[in-house]
């Protein structure tokens, strides 16, 4: 649904408002998370699903768009990347997909990254290990919300992922020693 009007340029601000939850009969909100959706609806979800797989192509511009899904984190990328990753895609389209979900996922990553971590890919295992990585240094998780995922990193076969969770472990360290 649109909320251009056509015959000049401005938004249908009230319905837009009431869409994502911003105009209620209680009143009126504001915030990041309303601002999002509202840009959501704006560009519309097709146009996110083929941003993110503009980025899985590696197209030009690509970087851009990685860019523009990271600062909305919107579900429909998220579920896109989801859905390419657990394609019977190529195994860069799968890696790439992930990669991308490690940026533009929020707290529900963490059960994707446990997922994928159990791929047979080591690129998406280390991606996904990539995940619980973003998610604690953008404070998007909590550490002990992720303590059973980080076990698994520790005792993973792959040595990259092992090595991921040791740069995290430290991480958290010297974060909870500074707070």
Known sequence: MSHFNQD??????????????????????GGS?????????LLGEEALRAAVDHYVAGKPGSELARSVLWQLQPAVAME????LARSQGDSDTRSIAVELLRVVAD????????????????????????????LLWSRQAEPAACAELL????????PEVRHRAE???????ERAAAE
């Open 8 to 29: 000049e340029p401005s938004i249908d601000w009230p319905a837009l408002a009431r869409e994502v939850g911003a105009l209620t009969e209680k009143g009126e909100s």
């Open 33 to 41: 998370d309303l601002a999002r959706r509202a840009i959501v609806q």
């Open 80 to 83: 896109r990347c989801v859905e």
């Open 107 to 134: 707290a529900r990553g963490l059960a994707w990254a446990a997922e994928f971590m159990q791929d047979a890919d080591l690129g998406v295992q280390v991606w996904a290990a990539g995940i619980v990585d973003q």
């Open 151 to 158: 076990s698994t990193m520790e005792a993973h076969s792959n």
């Open 167 to 173: 740069f995290i472990r430290t991480y958290l360290a």
